[in-house]
């Protein structure tokens, strides 16, 4: 896809999000009855009004993705952004959130069956479930599961693909005295609680490596030595002495653009 078609694809959906504003609102109180989902609806049209943010990398031209995760709509979207911007067939199994999912991916459909281009772009159906990718993982150049680390590995033990990738969501481990740091502390949890952030607090180094997984976010705060931390642990993304939680929220130029995950950023 050339990025005039990019563009003009996105605007289209910008313009079909803002006609169908009250069905979608509508969609966003279903989830929040249902299921008790909370949606920032005004954050998912400035995501995609920020369309030209999302990186091309031709590395990634035609691959073939298999994404699972919940299924917020501000991840969704910009997933979908990045499957077109990048030319990836993105296969997408949303554990949640179907409805308001259901209602924006309608409407791209009908953006590219209205510009009659085929859509080899995104694959997506709110009955695919995680077994759908286990039994066809060896037709994926790369499988991501954004969620728990828990259920991450629950899924690792039936998936034989080389190339899966643990993004963690929501969580964020920190090793701090809460005495000694009592007004970050306080903080922290006022905004984890706004957020619908899960926090782990350890005071205990011993306890904290070993709750601390592959893939994970970390906040440390220490006087010592931070290599003495960075040996023992892998997180996704640490931070020591700091809890800019901006940090930590997914961002999908990070997880798809043929990053090294190994690597702490």
Excluded at 66 to 83: F, R, S, Y
Excluded at 100 to 122: A, G, H, R, S, W
Excluded at 138 to 150: A, C, M, P, T, V
């Amino acid at each position: 896809m050339t990025d005039s078609e990019y563009k003009a694809i996105v605007q289209r959906l910008v313009d079909a999000i803002i006609r169908s504003k009250y069905i979608l609102h509508e969609a966003v109180q279903a989830e929040l009855a249902e299921n008790l989902n909370q949606i920032n609806f005004e954050n998912v049209v400035k995501i995609i009004s920020r369309y030209g943010e999302i990186k091309h990398n031709k590395e990634l031209n035609g691959k073939h993705i298999a994404i699972i995760c919940k299924g917020n709509p501000e991840m969704t979207i910009q997933i979908l952004l990045a499957a077109l911007r990048n030319n990836i067939h993105i296969k997408l199994v949303t554990l949640n959130y179907h409805i308001i999912n259901n209602c924006i991916f309608t409407l791209f459909y009908e953006i590219m069956q209205d510009i009659k281009l085929p859509n080899v772009y995104l694959n997506y159906n709110e009955n695919y479930l995680e077994e759908d990718i286990i039994e066809k993982n060896s037709n994926f150049d790369k499988i991501i599961y954004i969620g728990d680390y828990f259920d991450y590995q629950n899924f690792e033990y039936f998936c034989s693909n080389e190339n899966l990738v643990f993004w963690n969501d929501n969580n964020i481990k920190v090793l701090m005295s809460k005495s000694e740091h009592k007004e970050e502390y306080k903080e922290m949890v006022k905004f984890a609680y706004t957020n619908n952030l899960e926090l782990e607090v350890y005071e205990e180094e011993e306890d904290f490596f070993e709750e601390v997984n592959d893939g994970e976010f970390a906040i440390i705060y220490t006087d010592e030595n931070e290599e003495k931390f960075l040996e023992k642990i892998n997180p996704r993304i640490v931070r020591f002495n700091e809890f800019n939680f901006d940090d930590f929220k997914f961002k999908v130029n990070d997880l798809i653009l043929g990053l090294d995950f190994s690597v702490k950023v």
